[in-house]
């Protein structure tokens, strides 16, 4: 039996989420006990509506990238072919991996040219939900679709009965179907917002889930723009983890604010069949997906809800450095980070970090919002404490934090991974007109 069938049987899923997940068409191969996965990134055709066939890009062929499932602490190797007439990169947004696989051009790798094949080797240390996406010509190969979801099973999986990613995001498509322009000249604003949500690449979906069964759902925002403001009607559910990071005590979902590149996990426990629970955004409440109840394969256990176990994150120190970084809007000149914007780097030229961290020791960040939009500010290679913030959550570990308005927000963690790490605003055309920067750790 190849991986990806054993890693479906062994997280329980039943006929009527398996469907409910994207298309799993992974080429797992049998190389004993190790995680082994191959994407070709290339053109495809799709049709959002009206029969219009426009040209997407994929990973594997269809609009769903496939859903890669690791194991903390095992190592995974996936193959990346690039079929595109132009350069891409895979960047795994969360995971704490070495440097040479962190997928950004230049910084990390070189790009993986048209025609050639790059190995990503590493060894996934925290359990959760991550996600991937290209890290090369990101307004265009993000927008037209390159990005998937990264599952990392806790070393000792936990138990439920099925496990659905919901990847939120917005295409920019017309009326008739076709493309509409992935920038404009409004992108130093908020950015150019799609103008077609879908949950999975399907507009409002039906998503089948197994009746009275524990139910994790991995709900993903990788569009390049909107911030989805999150909630679950008709069930209640609780929150257990954020970007990743199991919560040290759950809670009861509200809502939360999904900002693109980030991720919350729920669990619920799903009503008997034909019932339906609507995941809707936004202060309009705006349906994005229904989840149908359906008929049960077999006896319904009755589980209990897992404590998830932390991850193994370095405890940073009472006695930490600390930083002031601020996010401006810099007229003219664009976004910037600390009145500096980052806009090109090339094989033979990093330009100067934003600061040099050494290896092993404490940090505290201050991050300044100086501007009146939102900005989801993301640091590769590194997971870090929100321990102070002017306006919304604390307490909790992430790989991306969210600025509201002239909001300041304090960060804590241990540099103990060395490399040169992306440090940058995830509404990609803040990122691409300047918000975004590295550091180094050495
Ligand atoms: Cu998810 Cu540098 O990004
Ligand atoms: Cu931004």
């Given at each position: 039996?190849d991986?990806?069938r054993?890693?479906?049987?062994?997280?329980?899923?039943g006929?009527?989420?398996f469907a409910?997940?994207?298309?799993?068409?992974?080429?797992a191969?049998?190389?004993?006990?190790?995680y082994?996965?191959s994407?070709?990134?290339?053109?495809?055709?799709?049709?959002?509506?009206?029969?219009?066939?426009?040209?997407?890009?994929?990973?594997?062929?269809t609009?769903?990238?496939?859903?890669?499932?690791?194991?903390?602490?095992?190592p995974i190797?996936?193959?990346v072919t690039?079929?595109l007439?132009?350069?891409?990169?895979?960047?795994?947004?969360?995971?704490?991996i070495p440097?040479?696989?962190?997928?950004?051009?230049h910084?990390?790798?070189p790009?993986?040219?048209?025609?050639?094949t790059f190995t990503?080797?590493?060894?996934?240390?925290?359990?959760?939900?991550?996600w991937?996406?290209?890290?090369?010509?990101?307004?265009h190969?993000?927008?037209?679709?390159?990005?998937?979801?990264?599952?990392?099973?806790?070393?000792?999986?936990?138990?439920f009965d099925?496990d659905i990613?919901?990847?939120?995001?917005?295409w920019?498509?017309?009326?008739?179907?076709g493309?509409?322009?992935?920038t404009t000249?409004?992108?130093?604003?908020?950015?150019t917002?799609?103008t077609?949500d879908?949950?999975?690449?399907?507009?409002i979906?039906?998503?089948?889930i197994?009746?009275?069964?524990?139910?994790?759902?991995?709900?993903?925002?990788?569009?390049?723009?909107?911030i989805?403001?999150?909630?679950?009607?008709?069930?209640?559910s609780?929150?257990?983890?954020?970007?990743?990071h199991?919560?040290e005590?759950y809670?009861?979902?509200?809502?939360?604010q999904?900002a693109?590149?980030?991720?919350?996990?729920?669990a619920l426990?799903?009503?008997?069949?034909d019932?339906t629970?609507?995941?809707?955004?936004?202060?309009?409440?705006?349906?994005?997906?229904?989840?149908k109840?359906v008929?049960?394969q077999?006896?319904?256990?009755?589980r209990s809800?897992?404590?998830?176990?932390p991850?193994p994150?370095?405890?940073y120190?009472?006695n930490?450095?600390?930083?002031?970084f601020?996010?401006?809007w810099?007229g003219?000149?664009?976004?910037?980070i600390?009145?500096?914007?980052?806009?090109?780097?090339?094989?033979?030229?990093?330009?100067k970090?934003?600061?040099r961290?050494?290896?092993?020791?404490?940090?505290?960040?201050i991050?300044?919002?100086n501007?009146?939009y939102?900005?989801?500010?993301h640091?590769?290679?590194?997971i870090?404490?929100?321990?102070?913030n002017?306006?919304?959550?604390?307490g909790?570990?992430?790989?991306?934090?969210?600025?509201?308005?002239s909001?300041?927000?304090k960060?804590?963690?241990?540099a103990?991974?060395?490399g040169?790490w992306m440090?940058?605003?995830?509404?990609?055309?803040?990122?691409?007109?300047?918000?975004?920067?590295y550091?180094?750790?050495?």
């Amino acid at each position: 039996m190849d991986i990806s069938r054993r890693n479906f049987l062994k997280l329980g899923l039943g006929i009527a989420a398996f469907a409910a997940l994207p298309k799993f068409t992974l080429a797992a191969t049998k190389k004993t006990g190790a995680y082994h996965y191959s994407i070709k990134v290339m053109h495809t055709k799709h049709c959002f509506k009206n029969n219009q066939v426009i040209d997407i890009m994929s990973y594997n062929e269809t609009i769903e990238a496939p859903v890669i499932i690791a194991r903390q602490g095992q190592p995974i190797t996936i193959e990346v072919t690039n079929l595109l007439d132009e350069p891409t990169t895979i960047h795994w947004h969360g995971l704490r991996i070495p440097i040479e696989m962190d997928g950004v051009p230049h910084l990390s790798q070189p790009p993986i040219l048209p025609g050639e094949t790059f190995t990503y080797r590493f060894t996934p240390p925290d359990a959760g939900t991550y996600w991937y996406h290209s890290h090369v010509n990101s307004i265009h190969q993000l927008g037209k679709g390159l990005s998937g979801c990264f599952i990392v099973e806790e070393s000792q999986p936990a138990k439920f009965d099925a496990d659905i990613p919901l990847l939120l995001r917005s295409w920019r498509i017309d009326e008739e179907g076709g493309w509409l322009p992935l920038t404009t000249p409004k992108s130093f604003r908020s950015g150019t917002k799609g103008t077609m949500d879908t949950v999975n690449s399907k507009s409002i979906p039906t998503i089948e889930i197994p009746e009275r069964s524990l139910i994790r759902l991995r709900l993903v925002n990788v569009d390049s723009t909107k911030i989805y403001k999150v909630i679950l009607a008709g069930r209640k559910s609780k929150l257990i983890a954020i970007d990743g990071h199991p919560l040290e005590s759950y809670r009861t979902f509200e809502n939360y604010q999904v900002a693109p590149g980030c991720r919350i996990d729920l669990a619920l426990r799903s009503p008997v069949k034909d019932k339906t629970i609507v995941l809707k955004a936004n202060d309009d409440e705006k349906i994005l997906a229904y989840l149908k109840t359906v008929k049960h394969q077999g006896i319904p256990i009755k589980r209990s809800l897992p404590q998830l176990p932390p991850n193994p994150i370095s405890q940073y120190k009472q006695n930490r450095k600390e930083y002031m970084f601020s996010f401006t809007w810099q007229g003219g000149d664009g976004w910037t980070i600390n009145g500096k914007p980052l806009l090109h780097i090339s094989q033979d030229d990093h330009g100067k970090p934003l600061k040099r961290l050494k290896l092993g020791k404490s940090y505290t960040f201050i991050l300044n919002n100086n501007t009146q939009y939102r900005h989801p500010i993301h640091l590769h290679g590194h997971i870090f404490r929100v321990i102070e913030n002017s306006g919304g959550e604390v307490g909790y570990w992430t790989d991306t934090v969210t600025l509201g308005k002239s909001q300041t927000v304090k960060i804590a963690f241990v540099a103990d991974n060395p490399g040169k790490w992306m440090f940058h605003c995830h509404i990609i055309e803040h990122m691409k007109t300047g918000m975004s920067g590295y550091i180094e750790v050495s």
